[in-house]
C-alpha cells in the first residue's frame, strides 16, 4: 500500500527535525564570520576520523544502492555485491598510496592536482568536464532514483518528491563542509539503522510466505529459492554477464571502476583532503569497514523481492511495477513493512538520498568555484565573495538535476548501472592520467591530454561498433553480443563495458608512455610532485585493521564463488 501512516510521518518528522537541528547547531557552533573559503568548502582541519569516514558511506551510498542496485540484486543477485566489497579493497588502497600525496602536495580540488602536476589546459578542460558529469549524470540519477523510491513508498507526487529532495538537500549543503561531514554521521545512523531492519523484516517476510519463522530460515530458504543468485562471479550463459564478465570483476575493469572513484573523485576525497594524514587514514580504514556491510542492506532485499515476487506475493499493482522496471523492487518490499518500520526505512532512504546530493553539490560548488570561478572569471574575489558563489553554484546545480533528470532514460537501462556504464566513459582515461601523474615524473600534459580526450573517444567507439558482417563468433571470445537490425543488414555488437574500460585504460598507459617518451627525448621535463615512500608507511593499527578486511573479503569470495 503506497501511503505512510501517522507513525511513519512521526518517525520520519523525528529524523528530520533531529538532522536539521543537529545541523544548525554545528553551524551555529563552528562557524567563523571570518572562515576561508576552504573552510567553507572543505572543512578544513575539523573532521574527525570518524566523520569522515561516515561522510564517505552517506555520500556514497544513496538511491543508486538502496534503489538500482537493489533491483540488480532481483535480477542477478550477490554479484552485483562486488561494487561494494571491492570497493572496500580500494579504500585500503587509496589510503595508503593515494591520500599522502595529496596533503603531501597541498592538492585540496581534482583540477589543482592536474594543474599542479600538467597545466592550466588539462585542469580547466577537466573541471568543465567533472562539472558536466556530476551534474548530467551522478545529480540527475540521484534525485530520480530517490524520487521513485519515495513515491513508490508513500504515494507522494513524483515531481514534489524531486523538489522536496533536492530542498532538503540544498538546505544541509549551505550550510558548508561542516555540516554535511558531522551531519553525516547521523544520516548513516539512519541509513544503516533503517536498511537493516528492512532486510530483516523482508527476509522473515520470506520465511513466514514459507510458513517458518526467523531471519536464520529466511536466509536459509533465500539461498534454497534464489540459488542462482548467491554466486559472486558470472558465466558467459548468465542473462547479467554483460553487466559483470566474469572475473572481469577480480583482474579488470572493476579495479579502474573503484580506483577512479574513491582515488581520483572531487566527489570523494574532499572529506579527507581537509585532514591529517593519520586522521584520513582512519577515516577510511572505517569507510572500509562499512562498505562490507552494505551488500546486507542493499542487496539482500532484492534478493527477498524476487522470492516474494516469483512466489506471486504482490499484489497485481506492485507486481506489474516490478516487471515494467526491476528498480521498484526496494519502494514495492517498503510496502510490506509495518507501521512505524516502514517510516524508518523511509527515514533511512532519504537520509542516503539528501546525503549523496549535498555531497555533490558541494563538490560542484567546490570545482566551479575554486577552479573556474576564482581562476579564469574573478582571480582578484575575495573568501566571501567564494562562498556566496559556492552557494549560487549548489542551488543552480539543483535544478538542473531536477530539471533534466526526467529526459536521460536513467529508468530504462537501471539505474546503477546507468551511473557506472556512462561515467566508465571516461574513467579509464582519467584514471591513467591520475595513476602515472603520481608515480612517473616523466608523463607530459600532452600525455594526459590524449588519455583524457583519446580515452573518451575510444570508450566511445568501443560502446557501439556497427558492423556490416557476422560476427557472432565473438560470443565465444567473451563479447556480450547485442545484434539490431536496420533494413536488414546492419548489426551492432557490444563489448562489456567494464572489459572495454580495461582495454582503453591499458591503450592510454601505453599511449601515455610513448608521448611522454617521444617529448622527454626532446628535452622536456615535467613538473613531478613531490612523492617520498616514507609516506605510504601506516601505523600498525591501520594494518591491522587492513589485513581483518582483506581476510574478510578473501571469505566472502571463496564461500559464493
Partial sequence: MRTLTNGDYIVFIVYFLIVSCYGYWVYKRKHNADATSKDYFLAEGSLTWWAIGASLIASNISAEQFVAMSGNGFTMGL??????????????????????VYLKNKIFTMPQFLHQRYNGTVAMIMAVFWLLLYVIVNLTSIIYLGAVAINGISGINFNLCLVLLALFAVIITLGGMKVIGYTDVIQVFFLILGGLVT????????????????????????????????????KKDNPSYGDLPGLTVLIGGMWIVNLNYWGCNQYITQRALGADLKTARGGILFAAFLKLLMPIIVVLPGIAAYVLYKQNVFDSINTASITENHDHAYPVLLNLLPAGFKGLSFAALTAAVVASLAGKANSIATIFTLDIFK?????????????????????????????????????KKGGFQFIQEYTGFVSPGIFAMFILGFFWKKATSNAALFATIGGFIMSVGLKVLPLYTNLEWLKSTGFSVQVLQKDGITKLYEIPFLDRMGFVFIVCVVGMYIISMIENSKGLRPHGLEVDTKMFRTTNSFAVGALIITGILVALYTIFW
Fill in 79 to 100: 554479484a552485483i555485491s562486488t561494487y561494494e566489497w571491492m570497493a572496500a579493497a580500494t579504500l585500503i588502497i587509496v589510503a595508503v598510496f593515494f591520500i599522502p
Fill in 199 to 234: 532486510t530483516y523484516i523482508a527476509v522473515t517476510k520470506v520465511a513466514e510466505h514459507y510458513h517458518q519463522e526467523g531471519i536464520t530460515n529466511g536466509l536459509t530458504i533465500l539461498y534454497q529459492q534464489a540459488n542462482d543468485h548467491f554466486h559472486m562471479i558470472l
Fill in 375 to 411: 581562476k579564469k572569471i574573478r582571480p582578484d574575489a575575495t573568501d566571501k565573495q567564494l562562498v556566496n558563489v559556492g552557494k549560487i553554484t549548489v542551488v543552480v546545480a539543483m535544478v538542473l538535476g531536477v530539471l533534466l533528470c526526467r529526459f536521460l532514460g536513467i529508468d
